[in-house]
């Protein structure tokens, strides 16, 4: 029989675990190793709280109990239940939510397709499909699917919010690798396996992205080899390594969440596989009581078993697309929901690296859209205050936004000119190459003199960003 608690509440619980130390800096962690379930922390949230990773999770779980199976239609409903309505989080307060999921769940807001709504960029790669694409390891498995199937849902299920090749191998090796740990397969013989799988439906260039996880021995690199970045391939490398480098579940957790940064969803991957493959046993007592409606994922997941387990003689349809309908909702709401990514993308880089501000001594403010200019002197001020040494390992750091984006603040950067001597920030997950080149002739253009340093050494700030990185899921 299956029991998909083992694995939904495993992911929770590590999410959980995840949740306060966000954003947080691995040196800094390493010297403090967190071991406990902690409230208040990069997210102001009481102890035992999950994030989106969960909640994403539980939707789709969710949408599969009404059908007994994959409706993109029903599990973007309920994605944006979550997104709008706070559905299926643990307090009744969406607190967090990617950009690349954002911006998919406002495409099938105006119409689209679900299984188009994903951002289809090299870009568009955060993690935010494989910390939810857990509940398939246990669909795929009671379907008894061939991997060519497997490939095909994990493929538009990934599609709604992430729908680039990189993602949709990133979850497809996750889902191969869930299912060889609830077949009992042992941890190193089911790493073997997906290492032997064929991954000729993706592209050589996608393929070598996960070289280090297929072609090498991910448990032999040291912690200082792997990253802890949102950039799905980064996740997908520490989830595995986390888990083969350990013997039990609390232990993969502990050494995982440690790793800082994008801590929530890496705990949430390796939290899923973890309790697939130990079980909820020996999972510490005091991270399960202080689980946050453990009772009520329970309810989802017994339904969840009841519908696995039951031979379903559904048919998976053939492709998707055909059981799609425009479900076009009001303009009222959209724009709504469009007017709260600006909000989001303005304050992401307050929230987002609240750390790197800490350390940050001189910074460039760039933001994705033109607000007001006594906004920006708020912003500013915030920064004064948190501000105290350099940021990274240039000293320096950028904040590359989209050139689209950049172009729509250009008119406003004469106007923060006046601010240069006190600020230059700021970094994403996300580089754009042409962007880069873009970066540059605004540093000419503008004179910001502090830049030009740090271009002349030819350093890319995809060093800093990734090293430092935010939750781009
Ligand atoms: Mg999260």
Redesign the pocket.
């Known amino acids: 029989m299956i029991d998909s608690k083992n694995g939904v509440i495993g992911l929770a619980i590590g999410?959980a675990m995840g949740v306060p130390l966000e954003f947080c800096i691995r040196e800094k962690l390493q010297k403090n190793i967190t071991t406990e379930m902690l409230g208040y922390g990069s997210h102001n949230v009481p102890k035992g709280t999950w994030?989106?990773?969960t909640s994403m999770t539980l939707g789709l779980i969710d949408a599969i109990n009404k059908t007994g199976n994959i409706i993109p239609t029903d599990i973007a409903d309920n994605f944006v239940k979550w997104a709008e309505n706070a559905e299926f989080t643990a307090t009744g307060v969406r607190f967090?939510i990617g950009r690349t999921c954002l911006r998919a769940i406002v495409n099938y807001e105006k119409g689209i397709n679900p299984i188009e709504c994903g951002l289809d960029d090299e870009f568009s790669n955060g993690n935010g499909s494989l910390?939810r694409i857990l509940p398939l390891i246990y669909f795929c498995y009671a379907k008894k699917m061939n991997n060519a199937d497997i490939y095909k849902v994990v493929r538009d299920v990934s599609s709604i919010t992430h729908r680039h090749e990189i993602s949709i191998m990133g979850c497809y090796i996750y889902v191969l690798f869930g299912i060889e740990l609830l077949k009992e397969t042992n941890l190193n013989e089911a790493y073997k396996k997906i290492r032997e799988s064929d991954y000729s439906m993706f592209s050589k260039q996608c393929q070598e992205k996960y070289n280090r996880i297929i072609n090498t021995d991910i448990s032999l690199l040291n912690i200082d080899e792997i990253s802890s970045s949102g950039y799905l391939v980064d996740t997908l490398e520490a989830t595995l390594w986390g888990l083969l480098t350990t013997d039990d579940y609390n232990s993969a957790i502990i050494k995982v969440i440690n790793l800082g940064n994008d801590t929530?969803?890496i705990g949430a991957c390796v939290g899923g596989l973890a309790g697939i493959y130990y079980g909820l046993e020996d999972v510490n007592e005091n991270w399960k009581s202080n689980l946050l409606k453990y009772d009520y994922i329970v309810e989802l997941c017994e339904k969840f078993n009841e519908v696995l387990n039951k031979t379903n003689s559904k048919k998976i349809p053939e492709d998707n697309r055909d059981v799609f309908f425009i479900d076009i909702r009001e303009r009222e709401k959209r724009e709504k929901f469009v007017n709260e990514i600006l909000e989001f993308e303005g304050m992401s880089l307050i929230n987002n690296n609240a750390d790197s501000f800490e350390l940050a001594k001189e910074a460039v403010i760039k933001s994705i859209f033109p607000i007001s200019i006594d906004f920006k002197k708020l912003e500013l001020d915030f920064l004064k205050n948190t501000t105290t040494a350099a940021a990274a390992i240039t000293n320096k750091s950028i904040f590359i936004t989209p050139e689209e984006a950049l172009k729509k603040v250009e008119s406003r950067l004469n106007e923060w000119k006046k601010y240069k001597e006190e600020v230059i920030i700021s970094l994403t997950t996300r580089v754009y190459e042409h962007t880069v080149e873009y970066a540059k002739e605004l540093v000419e253009s503008y004179e910001l003199d502090i830049f030009k340093e740090f271009f002349l050494k030819n350093e890319t700030p995809l060093d800093c960003a990734i090293d430092i990185g935010y939750?781009c899921g």
Do not use: A, E, V
Request: hydrophobic share 10%.
């Open positions: 999410d994030s989106d990773d967090d910390m929530d969803t939750s």
